[in-house]
């Protein structure tokens, strides 16, 4: 079972080189709208059995009978599990095939999904044989290795984006795909929103979890590797691009790993911008809906309703960030991100001020807000811009390597915010995502001449 496994995972071997340019061209054409959709539409439903525990925090609360500071522990877990993950699955990632790694990712998850909602039957069986676990940690330790199925996700994505796409339409491709994850948790929200009304929370798992089986067994079958495994050229061959540094063939693998990935600076600065970036998002979103409920007098399913449109909005603002980068800053992100913080932060403390059940329009507008500009920095500074600073080799693990450092802010909205709310009130809890805003604008900035030179060096070729 474990070869097979393996087998699965390994890089799936070249194909016969194809000559016939009609045929590269028609060839290319249809596997990277099969490559793009597969992936944007995989990593959706990674986040239909993820961000779904988000929205039924109250209905957990009640029925689990935890309270926020032991549902801030659950969050926590799992973004330790998830941000460690994704450095390692990024490192794996490099050294398997895109659509095993994805698939594997999404199956393990929808189990994990599926299970989720029968804990206390769980623990009630486990008392029976003497064995005695609070429910919190058995939550906690089911929902972090869903951390470590989900970690699987993105890194073969950045890697597909990579040798499907290249330098000169990265931009532009990267965070068009990147509304994914919007798409996914704005229609998670949907579906939620909709089983709450019905008093099913637990179907919010299960539904989940059943679409994330069927879709996973079909990206076997849907996607394929590097465009060399179907007889293709590389990208930048085929698109007479600005080939990337490529270094494998007198350095090994780790040698790689360590030169441009653990030894970049550039790429710690955009690392430790993404704490403070990915503080933001999740202490908006995941606690967006007990600040609704417990503040501002708004249902359950009314809160859910009015945060839904935050992720919603967030699929322009990321390919809106992406487009006038390209368009204004000759595909120079540092400019976009710190405009797009600026306007984050004000968001954050207008949604603060203004929320209320009296208000649903502009609650709903200014969550709305914090999702397109939170968007714009989150595809770029961990995405592109890192894609950009390291070699192709290690793309995977780049993006890994931010992402991990990403969801260690996200382990500091989960309980950190679950702690200031409780210390300093909301008001605490937004008024640190301001303050978040300004340090990750500060981080960003370092990258300003690096990311000016290496544009330019890349025009000059």
């Keep these: 079972m474990f070869a097979k496994l393996v087998g699965w995972l390994k890089p799936l071997p070249d194909g016969t080189p194809i000559s016939d340019e009609a045929q590269i061209k028609r060839l290319y ?25 988000d929205y039924v925090k109250p209905a957990l609360s009640q029925n689990f009978g935890l309270d926020v500071i032991q549902l801030g522990y659950i969050g926590t877990t799992i973004y330790l599990t998830y941000g460690i993950g994704k450095f390692l699955s990024g490192v794996l990632a490099d050294r398997c095939n895109i659509r095993g790694v994805m698939a594997l990712g999404l199956f393990v998850s929808s189990l994990i999904n599926l299970a989720f909602p029968f804990l206390p039957q769980f623990q009630t069986f486990l008392g029976n044989m003497g064995i005695t676990l609070p429910l919190v940690a058995l939550a906690a330790f089911a929902w972090g290795l869903n951390g470590v199925a989900q970690s699987m996700g993105f890194p073969p994505v950045a890697k597909g984006l990579v040798y499907w796409f290249s330098p000169s339409e990265r931009a532009t491709k990267w965070t068009l795909w990147s509304s994914s994850h919007t798409f996914g948790a704005f229609f998670v929200g949907v579906l939620i929103s909709y089983l709450l009304k ?33 007889g293709l050229p590389p990208i930048e061959v085929y698109r007479n691009d600005v ?8 350095l090994s693998h780790w040698e790689i790993l360590k030169k441009h990935v653990l030894k970049n600076p550039f790429l710690w600065a955009l690392a430790i911008s993404y704490i403070f970036i990915y503080y933001v998002r999740f ?10 409920t417990q503040e501002r ?18 699929m322009p603002g990321g390919i809106v960030a992406g487009y006038l980068a390209d368009k204004f800053f000759q595909g120079r992100c540092t400019q976009m991100n710190i405009i797009y913080l600026v306007i984050l932060a004000a968001s954050c403390w207008g949604f603060y001020c203004v929320a209320g059940t009296d208000q649903f329009f502009w609650t709903s507008l200014l969550a709305s807000f914090i999702g397109f500009f939170v968007d714009g920095p989150q595809n770029l500074a961990g995405g592109v811009q890192a894609s950009r600073v390291t070699v192709q080799e290690s793309v995977s693990a780049a993006c890994g390597f931010t992402g991990m450092f990403g969801y260690f802010g996200a382990m500091l909205s989960s309980t950190g915010a679950a702690y200031i709310s409780k210390s300093f009130g909301w008001k605490g809890v937004y008024f640190s995502c301001i303050i978040a805003c300004i340090i990750a604008m500060g981080f960003i900035a370092t990258t300003w001449k690096k990311e000016a030179s290496s544009i330019a060096a890349e025009n000059n070729k």
């Excluded at 054409?29 to 525990?53: P, Q, S």
């Excluded at 080939?243 to 007198?250: D, N, Q």
């Excluded at 202490?283 to 609704?292: I, P, S």
């Design 198 to 230: 019905l008093d099913m929370w637990k179907m919010a798992f299960i539904v989940p979890a059943f679409m994330g089986i069927c879709y996973s067994i079909f990206l076997m079958f849907f996607l394929t590797d590097k465009p060399t495994t179907v």
């Design 283 to 292: 202490a908006t979103l995941d606690w967006g809906t007990m600040f609704l």
């Design 243 to 250: 080939m990337p540094v490529k270094e494998k063939s007198t």
């Design 29 to 53: 054409r249809n596997w990277r709208i099969k490559m793009f959709f597969g992936m944007y539409f995989g990593y959706a439903l990674f986040y239909f059995t993820r961000k779904n525990l």
């Design 297 to 314: 007098g708004f249902t359950p399913d009314g809160a859910v309703s009015a945060m839904k449109w935050m992720p919603f909005l967030g």
